[in-house]
């Protein structure tokens, strides 16, 4: 006899919480475990910024009176707080009989952005939150909110099994060690676990998935120049299907630009743009001054004022969005040039992903052009339609003979609670 399970997958952000539910039936069956469905998906934004904001909307129908479009909630300033909120929502929400109380829920996923060593997703428990804490010196500014969550569910969901889903796993066991090292004394690097960890690996898998299955390739041959590019970037050569190199490295600060981070720098840099570099910040004892400015106060934000990249090509653009936007398509070109080599010219796709790939037609169009010589090419007017479309995977350029360029909708919530259903060891005691 199978039964409805459903599955919470919760992405805890340093300013925002982004939630999904699924439902899955329990023994998952061979056609159910791919496809968990969606029953909803919410949001609570700007908590560091209040007011908050907050969306909640049905999968279907798309007209549902429970749904929020955009309330203001200025009460509301803490993750645990916005968690309780949704919660309450949930809960009362007279559209969903299938869930009245914590009990109904049997799986929360957590997104953790650092899982260390970790090379799959865990089930959490007091021994291994241990371990994780450990790690939250190495990613004070992400994995922090999302343990809170973690906490905040055992109090509010006690009967759930919560489940820890990382974007390093992707990489964990594929980068070559030439790769995963810096050049430092190895005793050193060992001891304070400092190598090259990788980043939105759950993004990166769920986008290798769907673009072989476009491909109509088996992922084991697939190869892809994958950009995940949203208010944090990276950049992943996937050999295939496996992860080679990746832009992000001891923390999610390397490599691209992002909104408010600086990516990449000299790394003396630090000790000339201040003198209190290692001094802590007030607000957090664990985030060093420079640790604070190269994360938060840095990135196309910095440059131009703003943090939303659709901004910089807009009509009327703020100053210094030609340079933040000219800067940004340099940093993936070097990327993207790397990894062609790197994958020895057979590259399948160029893929588009995160908030300003999908949506960028501009960004895209100019990174196109700027490896047009590596033999991609963009077809301009695919390329400005597909922010209208819906598919999961949307072709803007390529084809006969030469690499396609495509644009992915990733969808980490989805790619954690897939996971979720696939794992049988999560559904044992069920
Ligand atoms: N239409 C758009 N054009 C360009 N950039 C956009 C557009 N809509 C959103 N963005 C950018 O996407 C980024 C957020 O991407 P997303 O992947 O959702 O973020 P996060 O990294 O927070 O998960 C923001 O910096 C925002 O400026
Ligand atoms: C790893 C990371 O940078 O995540 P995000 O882009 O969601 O901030
Ligand atoms: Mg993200």
Redesign the pocket.
Known sequence: MSSEKLILAINA?SSSVKLSLYSSTSPPGPGDALAPKLILESSISSLTSPPAVFKYTHASPSSSSSNVDSEQLPDIKSQENAFKHFLDCLFSDSELKQVCSGEDIAFACHRIVHGGDFDKPIVLGEESLDHLKELTDLAPLHNAPALSLVYTTFKHLPTTKNIAFFDTTFHTLSLPEHIRTYPLDPDHARQHKIRKYGFHGISYAFIVREVAAYLNKPIEETNIIALHL???ASACAICNGKSIDTSMGLTPLEGLPG?TRSGTVDPSLVFHYTTHASNLTQDDPHISKAEEILNKHSGWASLTGT????ALTSPSPPPNAALAFALFVDRITNLVAAYFVKLRGQVDALVFA???GE??WQLREAVVDAVACLGFEVRREDNKGVSERREVVAAVGGGSGCAEVLVCRTDEAREMARGCVVERRFWGDM
């Open positions: 952000g949203g208010s944090g909104a943090p939303d990249f659709a995160g908030g300003v949506r960028s």
